[in-house]
Nanobody, 124 residues
Framework: QVQLVESGGGLVQAGGSLRLSCAASGRSISSYTMGWFRQAPGKEREFVAALTRTTANTAYADSVKGLFTISRDNARNTGYLQMNSLKPEDTAVYYC?????????????????WGQGTQVTVSS
C-alpha cells in the first residue's frame, strides 16, 4: 500500500506563490504517475497536473498552464506542485494522487492512491 501526505498549503495573497509537497510512504512510487487535483467548495474534484516517472511527460489543466509546475524527487519519494501567480479562483483543497501505470491520465477514478488534501486559500 501507498500512503500520500500533502503539505505546504496555506493562505496567500493574490499574485503570491506556494509550493505543495506530496510525501509517499509504504513503497517507492518512482515508477508511478503522480497527479495533482483540486476541489473547491460545491464543485467536483478537477485535474490540475500530472507527471510520469520522468519529468519528460507532463500534463496541465489549461487554467494553470504556465503558472503551475509539477515535479518530483524520486530519491525522496516526493512530488511537488509549484504554484505561481495565484488567483482567488485557485482556492481549493489540493490533493495528490498516484497511479501504478506509466501513462498520464486526468480522471480521478484512474488513480489508485490519494492523499487527504491540503487547503490553499488565495485572498484578493
Amino acid at each position: 500500500q501507498v500512503q500520500l501526505v500533502e503539505s505546504g498549503g496555506g493562505l496567500v495573497q493574490a499574485g503570491g506563490s506556494l509550493r505543495l509537497s506530496c510525501a509517499a510512504s509504504g513503497r517507492s512510487i518512482s515508477s508511478y504517475t503522480m497527479g495533482w487535483f483540486r476541489q473547491a467548495p460545491g464543485k467536483e474534484r478537477e485535474f490540475v497536473a500530472a507527471l510520469t516517472r520522468t519529468t519528460a511527460n507532463t500534463a496541465y489543466a489549461d487554467s494553470v498552464k504556465g503558472l503551475f509546475t509539477i515535479s518530483r524527487d524520486n530519491a525522496r519519494n516526493t512530488g511537488y506542485l509549484q504554484m505561481n501567480s495565484l488567483k482567488p479562483e485557485d482556492t481549493a483543497v489540493y490533493y495528490c494522487a498516484a497511479r501504478a501505470q506509466f501513462n498520464i491520465v486526468t480522471m480521478t477514478f484512474e488513480y489508485d492512491y490519494w492523499g487527504q488534501g491540503t487547503q490553499v486559500t488565495v485572498s484578493s
